[in-house]
């Protein structure tokens, strides 16, 4: 990009207040609390907003990303040379229910959500209560746990393509399977989707919640800044178990490290940087693949070479 300047004054109407941040850290702007810096960092302003932004970067040639909750990013140290566009919770976070189903914007956090159809005693989302990331990051991933994911109550997604089109698709329609979604291949923004789920008892709900953040607690590293389960689930295999069986629990390089409670998690345990994490990667990966013939594939997205 060759004038962050110019590019920043004539995207910044198209942003909420304050939402656009020249040399942007993205280790603030992300779970993992590590990674290089962005030329620029906007949150649109609204979804007509989002489609000049859109419309001024792809005419000019300006490189731009779109990004959820940063709960499954890992910038490169290189950082990015472009615009890192977010779904923002106060502009595109809105939650409406309606009957058994749900309508929320794709900047809407998933706990939230989960919050808010407990309250309405709607069950079927308990599973995503505990996951930290956005509606919009949850349905480029297919994201689940505890044996649920978002394909299993999603009915239909709104998104925009890189010239402004708005489009709704069913739920059959996005290819969604393990961790994978159309929109990886598209490059199109999601907007919002709907969700719908069955009646229940507001307690049953709730208290299902409870148990999953007590498993939660007890067997995954929430005190130490991490992206989630690191590696996705080789088929016939569980990543952490791959990963302990060859005693790499652990492991640390530098500032990153294989960790000890749970060994499908890398944490940030001081100081890591993006390389860290990356090269510990890395060790993981060759490890298994030599004892066990089993090519660990992250699950991460990693933005930039390496």
Request: with cysteine.
């Amino acid at each position: 990009m060759t004038d962050i300047k110019a590019t920043a004054a004539a995207i910044a109407p198209f942003c909420a207040g304050g939402g656009l941040i020249t040399d942007c850290s993205m280790a603030e702007q992300t779970s993992f609390r590590c990674g290089g810096r962005a030329a620029i960092f906007a949150v649109p302003s609204s979804e007509k907003g989002l489609a000049s932004m859109t419309a001024f970067l792809s005419e000019n040639r300006v490189p731009f990303m779109f990004m959820g909750n940063g709960s499954n990013l890992l910038f490169t140290d290189a950082g990015y040379e472009g615009v890192v566009i977010k779904a923002g919770p106060d502009t595109m976070g809105d939650i409406r229910v309606d009957g058994d189903t749900i309508t929320a914007g794709a900047g809407a956090s998933l706990s939230r959500i989960s919050k808010t159809a407990a309250a309405e005693g709607l069950t079927g989302l308990e599973f995503a209560s505990g996951i930290p990331g956005s509606l919009g990051g949850a349905v480029f991933m297919n994201a689940g746990a505890y044996g649920g994911e978002m394909k299993q109550v999603l009915v239909s997604v709104r998104s925009m393509d890189l010239i402004g089109n708005i489009i709704e698709r069913k739920a059959e329609d996005l290819g969604l399977s393990y961790r994978k979604s159309i929109f990886q291949e598209n490059g199109e923004f999601i907007l919002g989707a709907v969700i719908r789920l069955e009646r229940g008892d507001r307690d049953t709900i709730e208290a299902k919640m409870r148990d999953l953040a007590a498993q939660r607690t007890a067997k995954q590293p929430l005190s130490f800044p991490s992206a989630g389960s690191f590696f996705k689930r080789p088929e016939g295999y569980f990543a952490g178990k791959l990963i302990e069986d060859c005693g790499l629990k652990g492991l640390r390089v530098g500032g990153a490290q294989v960790s000890s409670l749970h060994a499908g998690f890398v944490i940030n345990c001081g100081g890591a940087s993006a390389t860290d994490v990356i090269d510990l990667m890395k060790v993981v990966q060759e490890t298994v693949l030599d004892r066990f013939g089993v090519m660990l594939e992250p699950e991460v997205r990693i933005i930039g070479s390496y």
